[in-house]
């Protein structure tokens, strides 16, 4: 039995333990069903207006933007909570008492944050696939969904298990993580076109994942003539798979070097920290 | 015997702060090993840099012929640790949770130790048979810290860690606990090393106990060991024909002979005071917590001279 491929087998059964742990549990179901409300809501309310220079609602061309900034959210802000949580409850300490311990945590956690975001884009397609017209232009643009949606946790996983490794607790997962991806989705042209915005603001948009997560959305939902509203009036499918492919391939390699660093800092005098800081909340 | 852990000059530092200054010993196969000190003396230090949680900064330490700082996952494989869990894993079950830790042991299996422990028998050990499917949220601190300790042994340590272990134990919890360390070593032959502040506890499970104080050890003998080296003169008290009396002597035994020799049975109510290992060692933590490490290390070494 070889220990390391052993110890991923190990880490996809945790994934899959704690993912089915999750859909089961109220507080998970809970979150999923407020997330979706919530987007439904808003386009439900939304559902008769044009979207103009097109003869689409604006449902059709909000939906994909709107899933790719949950895509891109829920994969950054998912991994640096959990992962800053499970440093200082001791799940990452456990882990590092076992050998190989380490290898399947991770590869746990990237199975269950994958995992996680399936109930989460189902709530929000259901009911809006049986709510709204003229949301898919083209079946085929169901493999362009499964493209970007690969391509694209790969580009933003790696950002939020950095920020779950690096943040010195919990509640500084707000200032650190939510904080940010919160200004990206605000310029990343979710809710208005990017176009709209100063060029800097576009430049900057421009650098990150979010925006081409939802560009590629977009690309996969809608017609190619509503291409006429992007950037240089087209998909640009190349270099979004350029700029997602990009950020996949510095996560990768940098990731695990800022985890490992992290790990070799675990220590149970820091389990023991967290827990007195915990219950001090005020200082 | 052969050694299992060696310790040569071992010494940390954290910022300006000298923690360890020089600490020697060795861990014997088999021996539970007990370091006892007063809070902040290091022994929490100590045991998680043979743990390979923390890096040291000088000194030699070699545990199951390795340098923990750099040891491998085999290494790991022999080692077990004890930790105080908090609330992570609040969805598992007990027997979930021990079965996926556990298997991380099974490539580590020999004939001669099988890896992991059966899931059930180890439940059954630690006393959670009945709780095992039960959400761990959902346990108390007590039975929370006996999933700790099952954590801890599942993959049949050949050394095993032991930090305060039963901090926050409530009496009965804390009996139970003894038993199974006490099981543990004497039925597979597990070497322990594990910590407290707690004199009784070191009398209770430990073969040898080091001292700790001012970055030092003061003292490694066994229990009855330091109790004989820090004895002086002992108290003698009686009564004859109701009248009390009491008499500081070396020789307590003689003494006594010689008590009886001269009014036989008119002696009542006899007792013999030792002055105790605890005087000592409470001396030792009321020096430590004012400040005065360095003193109270001095006071301990002199007194157990």
Redesign the interface.
């Known amino acids: 039995m070889n220990p390391t491929t052993h110890a991923i087998r190990l880490g996809l059964r945790r994934g899959w333990t704690e993912f089915s742990q999750s859909i089961r549990s109220t507080q998970d179901q809970g979150f999923y069903l407020f997330t979706a409300a919530l987007v439904v809501g808003y386009l439900f309310l939304r559902r008769n207006t044009d979207v103009e220079g097109t003869d689409l609602m604006l449902p059709s061309v909000a939906l994909p933007s709107i899933l790719g900034a949950l895509i891109a959210f829920g994969v950054v802000i998912g991994p640096a909570y959990a992962l800053a949580m499970e440093k200082e409850d001791g799940t990452l300490l456990r882990h590092k008492a076992v050998p190989h311990g380490l290898r399947g945590y991770f590869v746990g956690q990237l199975f269950l944050q994958s995992a996680g975001l399936m109930p989460q884009m189902l709530v929000i397609l259901v009911p809006s696939f049986l709510l709204f017209d003229d949301l898919m232009a083209d079946p085929s643009g169901w493999l362009t969904v499964a493209w970007v949606l690969l391509l694209g946790l790969l580009a933003t996983m790696p950002i939020g298990m950095v920020i779950g490794g690096v943040v010195p607790s919990t509640q500084k997962v707000g200032t650190w993580g939510m904080l940010p991806v919160m200004i990206l989705g605000g310029i990343s042209g979710i809710f208005y076109p990017i176009q709209q915005l100063w060029w800097w603001v576009e430049v900057i948009a421009q650098v990150f994942p979010m925006y081409w997560i939802a560009l590629g959305m977009r690309s996969a939902f809608l017609p190619d003539s509503a291409a006429a509203l992007e950037v240089g009036e087209s998909w640009r499918t190349w270099e979004t798979l350029g700029v997602l492919g990009a950020w996949a391939i510095v996560g990768a390699l940098l990731t695990p070097i800022v985890l490992r660093r992290m790990a070799r800092r675990q220590t149970g005098s820091q389990v023991e920290a967290a827990r007195d800081a915990s219950l001090q909340w005020i200082r | 015997m052969t050694t299992v852990v060696t310790v040569r000059d071992l010494r940390m530092r954290y910022g300006d702060n000298d923690v360890l200054r020089g600490v020697d010993f060795d861990i014997n196969s088999g021996e539970v090993l007990c370091l006892l000190g007063p809070n902040g003396a290091g022994k929490?230090?100590t045991i998680?840099i043979l743990?390979g949680?923390?890096?040291r900064s000088a000194g030699e330490v070699t545990v199951l012929g390795q340098d923990p700082a750099r040891a491998d996952?085999?290494w790991?494989?022999r080692?077990?640790?004890v930790?105080?869990?908090?609330?992570?894993?609040p969805?598992?079950t007990p027997r979930?949770l021990l079965t996926?830790?556990g298997?991380?042991?099974?490539?580590?299996s020999t004939p001669e130790r099988t890896r992991p422990h059966d899931v059930d028998l180890l439940l059954e050990t630690v006393g959670l048979a009945d709780l095992a499917d039960r959400k761990i949220a959902t346990l108390s601190g007590g039975q929370r810290r006996r999933l700790d300790v099952a954590?801890?042994i599942v993959?049949r340590p050949e050394l095993l860690f032991l930090?305060e272990p039963t901090a926050g134990f409530d009496p009965q919890a804390r009996r139970e606990f003894h038993d199974i360390v006490h099981r543990l070593a004497e039925s597979e032959g597990t070497t322990i090393l594990l910590t407290t502040h707690d004199l009784d506890e070191a009398e209770k499970l430990a073969d040898r106990v080091l001292i700790l104080a001012g970055g030092r050890i003061v003292a490694d003998d066994s229990v009855d060991g330091l109790s004989r080296r820090v004895e002086g003169e002992s108290q003698v008290l009686w009564s004859i024909d109701g009248t009390r009396h009491s008499e500081e002597v070396a020789d307590a035994t003689a003494f006594v002979r010689a008590l009886f020799d001269k009014h036989g049975d008119q002696v009542a109510e006899l007792e013999v005071r030792r002055a105790s290992l605890e005087d000592a060692y409470i001396a030792l933590v009321q020096q430590h917590e004012a400040g005065h490490g360095d003193a109270a290390a001095r006071l301990f070494t002199e007194v157990a001279r």
């Not at chain 2, 930790?83 to 894993?89: G, M, T």
């Not at chain 2, 298997?103 to 580590?108: C, D, N, S, V």
């Open positions: 929490t230090t998680e743990e949680f923390r890096i996952e085999d790991r494989a080692t077990g640790v930790l105080q869990s908090w609330r992570d894993h969805r598992w979930r996926q830790l298997g991380y042991f099974a490539p580590y954590v801890g993959g930090d």
